[in-house]
């Protein structure tokens, strides 16, 4: 039996491993399953089809697998699903996905999200990613591996914030951020790229030497984007242990629907 405490209510429907741990006055709905050693903390409301996986810390009062916030929904089977070993701090709130997109939110592995932050319905947040107090990610959201935002800024509908990405304070992104850069302000604009991220994450001279000649090409050298892309694609030749940061980075500014800031 997965460890309750006397005063939460737990439907009898939920699926939870045996080593999961509830807290006190939280509330768990019929359709929400829970792994193994995952704690969830006092006044939690976890409701919908809501999976969360295993080694999580879920603070105090979050609620998690809401109705997402879209009035275009209609009732509709949707779900919000959460990896493993994620910090999620107090009060935040993560809604369930829409039919309009996909129909899930998702969450990867090992974030850690801090304090009042709203991840809303259809978002797509990585792995390894760094959220701090009173972010909001507005629908459709999606955020590349290792990314940092920066608390009190708010993101626009569908952008897109990619791998190894730094956003700073209060910020308002309302267009999408490519991989390794690094940005900040109202309106946002492009600082550089995010060397001390990539030090700690081992990349090496070479990476590193490619991502500030891709940051060279996109901000720098005053180049259409299509002339920038194509540029940043003979990177991959010129230093093939590189070729999959630009491969990244291609990839990313051929699915930019709402324009890169630039």
Same mark, same amino acid.
């Given at each position: 039996?997965?460890?309750?405490?006397?005063?939460?209510?737990?439907?009898?429907?939920?699926?939870?491993?045996?080593?999961?741990?509830?807290?006190?006055?939280?509330?768990?709905?019929?359709?929400?399953?829970?792994?193994?050693?995952?704690?969830?903390?006092?006044?939690?409301?976890?409701?919908?089809?809501?999976?969360?996986?295993?080694?999580?810390?879920?603070?105090?009062?979050?609620?998690?697998?809401?109705?997402?916030?879209?009035?275009?929904?209609?009732?509709?089977?949707?779900?919000?699903?959460?990896?493993?070993?994620?910090?999620? %701090?107090?009060?935040?709130?993560?809604?369930?996905?829409?039919?309009?997109?996909?129909?899930?939110?998702?969450?990867?592995? %090992?974030?850690?999200?801090?304090?009042?932050?709203?991840?809303?319905?259809?978002?797509?947040?990585?792995?390894?990613?760094?959220?701090?107090?009173?972010?909001?990610?507005?629908?459709?959201?999606?955020?590349?591996?290792?990314?940092?935002?920066?608390?009190?800024?708010?993101?626009?509908?569908?952008?897109?914030?990619?791998?190894?990405?730094?956003?700073?304070?209060?910020?308002?992104?309302?267009?999408?951020?490519?991989?390794?850069?690094?940005?900040?302000?109202?309106?946002?604009?492009?600082?550089?790229?995010?060397?001390?991220?990539?030090?700690?994450?081992?990349?090496?001279?070479?990476?590193?030497?490619?991502?500030?000649?891709?940051?060279?090409?996109?901000?720098?050298?005053?180049?259409?984007?299509?002339?920038?892309?194509?540029?940043?694609?003979?990177?991959?030749?010129?230093?093939?242990?590189?070729?999959?940061?630009?491969?990244?980075?291609?990839?990313?500014?051929?699915?930019?629907?709402?324009?890169?800031?630039?």
């Amino acid at each position: 039996m997965a460890r309750i405490h006397p005063t939460a209510l737990v439907d009898a429907a939920a699926e939870l491993d045996e080593t999961a741990e509830i807290g006190p006055f939280a509330i768990v709905g019929a359709q929400v399953r829970i792994g193994a050693q995952t704690t969830i903390g006092p006044h939690c409301v976890i409701e919908g089809r809501t999976t969360i996986g295993r080694d999580n810390r879920i603070g105090a009062y979050c609620a998690l697998g809401g109705a997402p916030q879209d009035k275009k929904y209609a009732g509709e089977p949707t779900e919000l699903v959460i990896g493993d070993g994620n910090t999620i %701090r107090e009060y935040c709130n993560f809604n369930r996905g829409t039919v309009q997109d996909a129909g899930v939110t998702r969450l990867g592995d %090992r974030n850690w999200i801090m304090a009042n932050v709203h991840v809303a319905h259809d978002c797509r947040v990585g792995s390894d990613i760094v959220i701090a107090n009173f972010v909001g990610l507005a629908g459709h959201v999606h955020v590349g591996d290792w990314a940092v935002i920066g608390g009190l800024s708010g993101v626009h509908q569908f952008c897109k914030l990619g791998a190894h990405v730094m956003v700073g304070h209060s910020s308002a992104v309302s267009q999408d951020v490519p991989p390794f850069m690094m940005a900040d302000g109202n309106p946002l604009a492009a600082r550089g790229f995010n060397l001390e991220g990539l030090r700690r994450r081992g990349f090496d001279a070479r990476r590193i030497a490619v991502v500030k000649q891709m940051h060279r090409l996109l901000y720098r050298q005053k180049l259409t984007l299509e002339q920038a892309r194509e540029a940043i694609a003979q990177l991959a030749a010129d230093v093939p242990a590189a070729a999959a940061d630009v491969a990244l980075m291609t990839g990313f500014l051929a699915q930019a629907g709402r324009g890169i800031v630039r």
